[in-house]
């Protein structure tokens, strides 16, 4: 059974920096992609970041220049390095991964099949 378990959020100042942490169980994590999301309230789940077996890696414009994905096979975990924060960061932030290894990067949800429960993280202004 595959678990995704977040890790490292909370509240920090516009301008401040977080690193979320997501540690995979269940399967040969270096096999498959992983990705993060983010939902705030009332809006929709939105991609993030995504980083794929091969080590490629893609941002949403939103958050390009202030964000860092990486992953750590060994410890079979992917981190997101946030910085220089903005009150719109303030989210639950979602690790996810597709059910089947894929060669495209996904930018959707419904691409997913697990996800982990989420972790809040609120910038304040």
């Known amino acids: 059974q595959v678990q995704l378990v977040e890790s490292g959020g909370g509240l920090v100042q516009a301008g401040g920096s977080l690193r979320l942490s997501c540690t995979a169980s269940?399967?040969?994590?270096?096999?498959?992609?992983m990705g993060w999301f983010r939902q705030a309230p009332g809006k929709e789940r939105e991609f993030v970041a995504t980083?794929?077996?091969?080590?490629?890696?893609y941002y949403a414009d939103s958050v390009k220049g202030r964000f860092t994905i990486s992953r750590d096979n060994a410890k079979n975990t992917v981190y997101l390095q946030m910085n220089s924060l903005k009150p719109e960061d303030t989210a639950v932030y979602y690790c996810?991964?597709?059910?089947?290894?894929?060669?495209?990067?996904?930018?959707?949800?419904?691409?997913?099949?697990?996800w982990g429960q989420g972790t809040q993280v609120t910038v304040s202004s």
């Open positions: 996810a991964s597709p059910r089947s290894p894929e060669y495209i990067p996904i930018y959707s949800p419904d691409g997913y099949h697990y």
């Open positions: 269940g399967r040969t994590f270096s096999n498959y992609n």
């Open positions: 980083i794929a077996w091969n080590g490629g890696i």
